[in-house]
């Protein structure tokens, strides 16, 4: 079973990226144990970062992992051509792993999407991990469309954040297949039905006790975070997380528009979570 964190992008108050508490978080994830990085996900604000910063991202990535654990990025767009370049760039720069996620946007149809995935796991030549999320791009696949895209070589996971009964239904059609659990709140259940690990938020902030609940497969541990959950998912993602991992003083809450801080009110609700989940960590 895996842990990867998808890292979140810290930034300065200015907004500029702050490559100084980047790799604080790098190096804290190398201590904690998780298994893999992701960064320029969703959570990293990808959408928002231009390319001299994808590059940069990349190259302190590598540069403080060392190749002791994989490095995952998010080249994922809503243009395959686009997605090819990035992928290819990522794997120039020295990226393990690309999640490339389902166009979005374009909504495009079951077979536009696959053949989305195909030409850029044949153009692009840098292992995939292909990332569902019909929240996110508003595209509901069919189970046979996921089937096939796993089937696609290049494509070794899958990260599926749209439901507990997506999960089942694809494992039902494909057992063998790798799938990681993207929604923070069902991991456990994810995993009991058969994923292999975990692509998540929380872990920005838990990466020990994210990684041990994952392992363990526990549902005393997931248990205990609820109240972090309510919390850290009161307001869009990474809006919560990055109020989170401030209160942890591992970075700044900033975020950039057309995202903005949490309100004053959920703010509080946050640290008073963090506080009463520190409060019981030695029952994990």
């Known amino acids: 079973m895996k842990s990867i964190p998808a890292l979140v992008t810290p930034f300065t108050k200015d907004g500029a990226v702050d490559y100084k508490a980047f790799c604080e978080l790098l190096e804290w994830h190398l201590e904690e144990g998780s298994d893999a990085i992701l960064i320029q996900g969703t959570t990293g604000e990808s959408p928002t970062l231009d390319q001299e910063e994808f590059i940069c991202l990349v190259k302190t990535a590598k540069d403080v992992l060392k190749n002791q654990i994989p490095l995952v990025v998010g080249t994922g767009t809503n243009s395959t051509k686009t997605t090819i370049e990035k992928t290819k760039l990522a794997k120039e720069l020295g990226a393990d792993f690309a999640l490339v ?65 997506s999960i089942r239904l694809l494992l039902e059609k494909k057992p063998d297949a790798n799938i990681y659990a993207g929604i923070d709140t069902i991991t456990v259940e994810a995993l009991n039905l058969g994923a292999v690990g975990s692509i998540s938020v929380l872990a920005n902030a838990f990466p020990f006790l994210w990684k041990k609940m994952v392992v363990d497969s526990s549902e005393k541990i997931q248990k205990n975070f609820e109240n972090i959950f309510e919390a850290v998912f009161k307001e869009i993602n990474p809006v919560g997380i990055k109020e989170l991992l401030s209160v942890m003083q591992k970075c700044l809450p900033v975020v950039r528009l057309p995202l903005v801080e949490m309100k004053m009110e959920n703010k509080k609700i946050v640290k008073e979570a963090y506080e009463k989940t520190m409060l019981t960590e030695l029952v994990f």
């Open 101 to 165: 996620i389902v166009p979005y946007y374009n909504i495009p149809s079951d077979e536009g999407c696959l053949q989305h995935f195909k030409s850029v796991a044949k153009e692009a030549d840098l292992p995939m991990i292909a990332y569902y999320h019909p929240g996110r791009t508003g595209k509901l696949l069919q189970v046979n469309t996921l089937v096939s895209i796993l089937e696609i070589p290049n494509i070794i996971a899958l990260k599926d954040a749209a439901s507990l009964d």
